[in-house]
């Protein structure tokens, strides 16, 4: 016997314990196997399909995101918008208030420097009339001192009064 060929014995009991075990494994082993390795299988594919559902899902949130910070900027520049237009109105109030105040404090200024000077100018009249008065009693009694004089000053007076409109009046 050589030790590279097996005699007949030994291969029909080989054969035989291989279709044993076989059959027990096709029995009981294979349907194990078989159902782990779809289990495995199925697990694996609704893992792939959790994890696309996930991606999609995170790439609508993505979108939705971004969208939001669209949204957002655009309300902000329009808030911008609002309040610096709030502010321009505020200055341009403000500014028409202070010239119209300003005009006002003119006028007034006006009315009272107006006041003032025809106050002044009453005051200079007066002056001058109680001087005139002053003047002309002086004058007056220079010529009065002589008789002839003062009949003259008096004739004198009366054509003056016939000439002028008070009489013709």
């Known amino acids: 016997m050589s030790l590279l060929t097996p005699s007949f014995g030994l291969l029909f009991w080989m054969v035989i314990s291989f279709a044993f075990v076989f059959g027990i494994l096709a029995k009981f082993g294979f349907p194990v196997?078989?159902?782990?390795?779809?289990?495995r299988r199925d697990y694996i594919r609704e893992s792939l399909?959790?994890?696309?559902?996930?991606?999609r899902v995170f790439d609508s949130l993505k979108q939705q995101s971004e969208e939001l910070i669209e949204e957002?900027?655009?309300?902000r520049m329009e808030m911008i918008r609002q309040a610096t237009a709030e502010a321009n109105r505020i200055i341009q109030k403000a500014k028409d208030e202070a010239s119209r105040q300003g005009r006002e404090r003119l006028d007034e200024t006006i009315r009272l420097i107006e006041m003032q000077k025809q106050k002044?100018?009453?005051?200079?009249?007066?002056q001058v009339a109680l001087l005139s008065v002053d003047i002309a009693e002086k004058v007056l009694r220079r010529r009065l001192d002589d008789t002839d004089n003062h009949d003259n000053l008096i004739s004198q007076f009366l054509d003056e009064i016939e000439d002028s409109d008070i009489i013709k009046n």
């Open 49 to 55: 399909d959790k994890a696309d559902e996930a991606n």
């Open 120 to 126: 002044a100018i009453g005051e200079i009249r007066a």
């Open 72 to 75: 957002a900027k655009k309300h």
């Open 33 to 39: 196997i078989t159902k782990a390795v779809n289990e």
